[in-house]
């Protein structure tokens, strides 16, 4: 299905779901206690940037906002939004989504704009940072509660951990599948997988991502695979790669492609343009909205629930816009040095301080790996296709 395609499926499944009455709460930064929302009743829906969406200077924002939310300030001033229930913008990420939030909740005075404050750094030793997101976990459920009438119901809670959870085994499993064999399903359809969870996940979406699953598991069975893929899920959840097991044969070239708040499918939209290019050559990304959602810990049921979902968004591979770079790129270097990976594409978004700054040090660890690496700066509208569809054509023919 095309990127246009799959946009226009998630589009029209969530008008469906406003119009059947459900109240629908927007977010933006990926990393959500989605359990939260759906414990109160609610329907939590990733915002996503949209191509052919004008987006241009915007009086509104500050000169620093990236490509990303200058897309999707665009979409909300021109009417392309769906109405929701509510808007959810992070605290502590990013200044160019601080700005978002606080210009939004001046210009667009009738949204209801709600806010979920991250701890700055993800990594110490005395809990301090779980307690303070469980704290605003909890802060964020009494809102939803004052303002919607729907109270936390610890049945609705258990019921959302397992969804949640039985989509991110589905989609590991998947992902795993891909790096030992990526021709067992192709990258296009396991981003349009995750891409239909996240913007309405509910049993539908889940059990389309089961069903690709058994056929995957099958195909791997005939092959023998299964164990391979199993090493593989189990070392990316843990970071041991000691047992790894890859099969002896690989297709080459093998890319992995990094980056931040960049859309999966407008990467496989770019890639499939370059001539004699299959997808195939995609072994795996460390995208927000692929890789880095998918290979999130669950809740732990037996926990309270405000610091069970606090462990579980917090153990989420990092993000450049929290503290922790020397821990990212021990977790880059374990990737690409266990799974034979050839080539790594560094997409940034346009304008993204977080992702400029980290980039550098991304291309530096793949360096000393000997992994040839490329940094391409895209925008939500793609607006430079040709001239990037050629360097990386040319990138990858460095690799052949
Ligand atoms: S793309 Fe970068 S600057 Fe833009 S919202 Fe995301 S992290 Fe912030």
């Given at each position: 299905m095309s990127y246009e395609g799959v946009i226009e499926q998630s589009v029209a499944g969530l008008k469906e779901l406003v119009e059947a009455g459900e109240e629908i709460i927007g977010y933006i930064y990926p990393h959500v206690p989605l359990e939260l929302f759906i414990a109160h009743?609610?329907?939590?829906s990733l915002i996503r940037a949209l191509p052919g969406v004008s987006s241009g200077f915007?009086?509104?924002l500050q000169t620093f906002a990236c490509s990303y939310i200058?897309?999707?300030?665009?979409?909300?001033a021109n009417g392309q939004f769906l109405t929701l229930a509510g808007l959810l913008f992070p605290g502590n990420t990013c200044d160019a989504l601080q700005n978002l939030g606080d210009v939004w909740r001046i210009r667009f005075h009738d949204d209801r704009?709600?806010?979920l404050t991250y701890p700055v750094t993800r990594y110490n030793q005395d809990e301090s940072t779980t307690k303070f997101l469980a704290e605003e976990i909890r802060r964020l459920s009494d809102k939803l509660f004052k303002t919607y009438n729907r109270p936390f119901l610890t049945e609705g809670y258990d019921g959302a951990v397992d969804l949640v959870q039985d989509f991110r085994n589905g989609a590991q499993f998947l992902y795993s599948a891909r790096v030992v064999n990526p021709r067992l399903i192709s990258y296009s359809e396991l981003v349009r997988l995750v891409r239909n969870f996240l913007t309405i996940p509910n049993l539908s979406s889940v059990s389309e991502i089961k069903e690709s699953m058994a056929v995957v598991q099958t195909a791997a069975d005939e092959l023998s695979l299964t164990e391979n893929i199993e090493s593989v899920k189990g070392a990316i959840l843990t970071g041991d790669y000691s047992r790894v097991k890859l099969p002896d044969t690989l297709e080459t070239p093998r890319i992995v492609i990094a980056g931040g708040m960049v859309e999966p499918q407008a990467i496989v939209s770019l890639m499939n343009e370059i001539p004699d290019f299959t997808e195939s050559s995609i072994v795996l990304d460390f995208l927000s909205f692929g890789f880095k959602t998918v290979f999130t810990g669950a809740p732990s049921k037996s926990d309270n629930p405000f610091m069970a979902m606090a462990k579980s968004v917090l153990s989420a591979p990092?993000?450049?816009t929290h503290e922790g770079l020397s821990f990212r790129m021990n977790a880059m270097r374990g990737l690409l040095s266990n799974l034979s990976i050839q080539g790594l594409i560094v997409c940034?978004?346009?304008?993204?301080?977080p992702d400029q700054f980290e980039?550098?040090?991304?291309e530096k660890a793949a360096c000393e790996l000997g992994v040839k690496t490329i940094r391409v700066p895209l925008d939500s509208e793609l607006s430079d296709r040709g001239r990037i569809e050629t360097r990386i054509q040319s990138?990858?023919?460095t690799l052949e």
């Open positions: 009743g609610l329907t939590p915007e009086e509104s200058r897309n999707l300030y665009s979409q909300r704009v709600l806010r990092g993000e450049p940034e978004q346009s304008f993204c301080d980039a550098p040090s991304i990138f990858i023919e």
